[in-house]
């Protein structure tokens, strides 16, 4: 299984959505919906750019999830994407003061 894959069906089931469910809200033909997306899950296809922006618009995911190798930074990028502005600008702040005071740290 690929990492897109991977977190496409994390995405998927953490929304409680089913395969044709996810294929039809992201646009995707009723009738070819299921079998796309069982498709796009199991590696046999790849969605284009459009689609997969479309499907990650409807999982409130960033796309840049989709391709995350590592776990933490998937984790990360759900939670930076799921605040709202301010909350993100503090992140940023946090982020960048601890980088600076680990920068220090190490000359």
Known sequence: MSIFSKRL?????????????????SGID?????ARMNQYENNRHRPNPVT?????????VPPAY????DDEEAQLLL?????????????LALA????????????
């Open 66 to 69: 989709f391709y995350s190798v």
């Open 52 to 60: 997969i922006m479309q499907i990650a618009a409807v999982l409130k």
């Open 30 to 34: 009723p009738a070819s919906a299921s």
């Open 9 to 25: 069906r994390d995405a998927r089931t953490a929304a409680g959505l089913s395969q044709e469910q996810l294929g039809i809200e």
């Open 79 to 91: 939670l930076f994407y799921r605040l709202d502005p301010p909350g993100k600008k503090q992140i």
């Open 96 to 107: 960048i003061e601890l980088r600076s005071i680990e920068s220090a740290l190490k000359h």
